[in-house]
């Protein structure tokens, strides 16, 4: 049973930091193409970073470029997003699954952990 438990979101000032953390069980992480997504209120999901299986081969989505950084512990089975310089508009609930751009359908989705930010 694929299962995703993301953690390390919450309130923080704009300009601040937060880094966000997935622990993946059930299926072989390591095969596997990577992604952050989030979720505004109202919206679908949408893909914000995405990491390669090995070599890390990153991609992020122009809103958060220069800001945020993808990254990935295959030994810990566990993929992180460290996001700095936030904004108000990243306010929104990740997750993190699969890359539906190359598999064409996520998993079973997580929680997802609540970021905000605001003043």
């Known amino acids: 049973q694929v299962q995703f438990v993301e953690s390390g979101g919450g309130l923080v000032q704009p300009g601040g930091s937060l880094r966000l953390s997935c622990a993946a069980a059930?299926?072989?992480?390591?095969?596997?193409?990577m992604s952050w997504y989030r979720q505004f209120p109202g919206r679908e999901r949408e893909l914000v970073a995405s990491?390669?299986?090995?070599?890390?081969?990153?991609d992020y989505t122009d809103s958060v470029k220069g800001r945020f950084i993808i990254s990935r512990d295959n030994a810990k089975n566990t993929v992180y997003l460290q996001m700095d310089s936030l904004k108000p508009e990243d306010t929104a609930v990740y997750y993190c699954?699969?890359?539906?751009?190359?598999?064409?359908?996520?998993?079973?989705w997580g929680q997802g952990t609540q970021v905000t930010v605001s003043s």
């Open positions: 990491v390669s299986r090995g070599s890390p081969i990153t």
């Open positions: 699954n699969r890359n539906i751009r190359l598999y064409g359908s996520a998993f079973s």
């Open positions: 059930g299926f072989s992480f390591s095969s596997y193409g």
